[in-house]
C-alpha cells in the first residue's frame, strides 16, 4: 500500500505559476526512491491525461501540451515529488493527482499503480 498525500493546487489567472508537491506519506511496498512518480490530471466527462513522470534515475516525461511550461522534479531525501507549472492558461484547469508505480514510466498508461485525492487546479482568462 502506498499513501499519497497532494498540496499546492488553487485558483490562479491565466500567465500565473502554481507549484504541486506530493509526498509519500506512507509506503509497504518497496521505497520510494525507486518508483516512477507522476502527475495525471483530469477534467470532468473526460478520461485522466498524462501530464508528466520521472522515474528513479530523474529521466522525465511531458505531455506535448505542457513541454516548455511545466517542470517535475523529486526529492528521495524527503520521499516528494513536485511539479512547477508556469504559463498556465485555462485548458489547464483540472483535477491533478499525483502517482506512484513501480513499474517503467509509461505517461500513456492511465491505469497507474497508487493515485493521490487529487487538488484542483483552477485557471481564470
Known amino acids: 500500500q502506498v499513501q499519497l498525500v497532494e498540496s499546492g493546487g488553487g485558483s490562479v489567472q491565466a500567465g500565473g505559476s502554481l507549484r504541486l508537491s506530493c509526498e509519500v506519506a506512507?509506503?509497504?511496498?518497496?521505497?520510494?526512491?525507486?518508483?516512477?512518480m507522476g502527475w495525471f490530471r483530469q477534467v470532468p466527462g473526460t478520461d485522466r491525461e498524462g501530464v508528466a513522470q520521472i522515474d528513479s534515475d530523474g529521466g522525465v516525461q511531458y505531455a506535448d501540451s505542457v513541454k516548455g511550461r511545466f517542470t517535475i522534479s523529486r526529492d528521495n531525501a524527503k520521499n516528494t515529488v513536485y511539479l512547477e507549472m508556469n504559463n498556465l492558461q485555462p485548458n489547464d484547469t483540472a483535477k491533478y493527482y499525483c502517482?506512484?508505480?513501480?513499474?517503467?514510466?509509461?505517461?500513456?498508461?492511465?491505469?497507474?499503480?497508487?493515485w493521490g485525492q487529487g487538488t484542483q487546479v483552477t485557471v481564470s482568462s
Open positions: 502517482t506512484a508505480d513501480h513499474r517503467a514510466c509509461n505517461l500513456g498508461r492511465i491505469h497507474q499503480g497508487y
Open positions: 506512507r509506503s509497504t511496498y518497496g521505497t520510494y526512491a525507486t518508483y516512477c
